[in-house]
DNA sequence: TAAATAGTGTCTCTGAGACACTATAAG
DNA sequence: CTTATAGTGTCTCAGAGACACTATTTA
């Protein structure tokens, strides 16, 4: 190791250069749901949304950023991430999670700045006081296909990129969907709910593989009333539809099965 | 966001308390065999050794420490550690993942360090030259199981522990078994590696699921002569062993099958 | 009765899991 | 012939995948 001191003693005036800041940034997630069909009851739209400030002051003036913040010296990462969350949504107990480090050279303006990002997933039922509030002002949900076409600040536009694929990532092989998910649904929001953020996702036999098959049943079961009967929704549906719930139970993957 | 500065103009005295020193630090695995038995060909005994340095200076003179140091403003966090890791080991080219960040105050006693945890799987064939050079000096291997009984420096101790869940991890879920064998192996060698690393990593079948099911057969393939006849390795048996090799092939797992 | 979602029946073929068995070569 | 590793034969049953079909309710 190539410590700048020597020893306790010399220790108070460091001849190196440190770090001008070591900020959090949050790529908030949402998943929004809307009317599709006023008419007919119906499985709504959804869109994968992201959070987005539009700074007040030098430097990308006017742009668009995610939401952070300095660190300080009394917490960690973690908990300045946490406590930027709380701020910008007004909501806490979220699954949060960190997931790189943004160091290029250069990256901000202000001076050497490592950026720590974290993606936090936030269920639309807790942002829509917030969303009323927020409508004209300079926080807004913008759907992630757009936010990656605006000219973002900083290399904010690579973080919310990386962003995206962790989630797409853990969303196939976690149970994150159950952060976008009320704690009781129904197989195809389920399934609505992974679409949204992995496009591509398609299992024809989805209803069996989840619910039938032995190896996964640990995953979600079925919500029963308190007498043992099944409890059914036909929120989305003229024929009702099976409730389930997450079990606390993380499948364990392996390529070597 | 909190922005500390206002503008451009007013921006060089920084109010703010900012941090000491950003440093990047590695665990270096790699696996070591050794022969069991002298008399008959067999299988070497693995184990999972981790690279330790002991300190010369304050703090923590005296006791071992992962190899790391201070990063630098021309360079990103990952560039840091590709150097550290190459003055260390002398190798390049080598699998190295940055995986967590520590941050919890007073960590590091000379000040506020905010620390970027790496893990570097290294073959050992890589390490020969450099293991018998450093033998008696402040560099050396220890078993995990022996470093993490060992009082370490700083939080090193809990890093070594997440860069160990990381690759058992890994292990099981990506190819990553591969940066520990050489390009062509033998099924029984696999076997052992993901082993050592997983200690109770045990599949029935194993010779049959990863070679001869359809759904895995993009991950290694049989290694043939300039004949195209199967090339076999006699090294650690009697009867000789097919040999196979890696493909540039990741399997993508899913909980939702 | 058309629309929208929910869910089942049934067939095929892959492959996981178990376990006993054979194969090869060296000492 | 024993030992150590390599590899096969064979059976069972779970389950992936396809696709047509039925079920339920409401505008």
Redesign the interface.
């Known amino acids: 190791?190539?410590?700048?001191?020597?020893?306790?003693v010399n220790?108070t005036a460091?001849k190196?250069?440190?770090?001008?800041?070591?900020p959090a940034d949050i790529v908030i997630f949402t998943i929004t749901s809307t009317e599709r069909n006023a008419a007919k009851k119906s499985l709504p739209h959804r869109e994968l949304q992201v959070l987005l400030?539009q700074?007040k002051?030098?430097?990308y003036e006017g742009q668009w950023?995610l939401?952070?913040?300095?660190?300080?010296?009394?917490?960690?990462?973690?908990e300045s991430a946490k406590r930027e969350l709380a701020e910008e949504t007004g909501v806490a107990n979220v699954h949060m999670e960190?997931f790189?480090?943004y160091?290029?050279?250069g990256r901000d303006?202000?001076?050497?700045m490592?950026s720590?990002a974290f993606f936090a997933l936030v269920n639309e039922s807790l942002l829509l006081n917030r969303r009323a509030a927020d409508d004209a002002a300079d926080v807004r949900l913008f759907t992630v296909e757009e936010a990656l076409k605006m000219d973002l600040a900083f290399d904010h536009e690579l973080i919310v990129k990386d962003a995206l694929h962790q989630i797409q990532q853990k969303m196939?092989?976690?149970?994150i969907a159950k952060e976008f998910l009320p704690s009781e649904f129904t197989i195809s929001e389920l399934y609505q709910v992974?679409q949204t953020v992995v496009l591509d996702?398609e299992?024809s036999n989805?209803v069996r593989?989840?619910t039938s098959t032995q190896s996964?049943k640990g995953?979600i079961e079925e919500v029963r009333d308190l007498h043992g009967n099944l409890k059914m929704s036909n929120r989305y549906s003229q024929r009702a539809a099976q409730l389930y719930r997450f079990n606390d139970y993380e499948?364990?993957?392996?390529?070597?099965?």
Not at 1 to 8: A, Q
Not at 67 to 78: D, H, K, L, M
């Open positions: 190791m190539n410590d700048p001191i020597e020893n306790e220790y460091n190196y250069r440190t770090p001008d800041g070591a400030i700074r002051h030098w430097p950023a939401p952070g913040g300095f660190s300080q010296e009394s917490e960690t990462i973690y960190y790189n480090v160091s290029t050279p303006p202000r001076g050497w490592i720590h196939r092989t976690t149970t992974i996702f299992e989805f593989k989840i996964r995953i499948p364990q993957l392996s390529i070597y099965s």
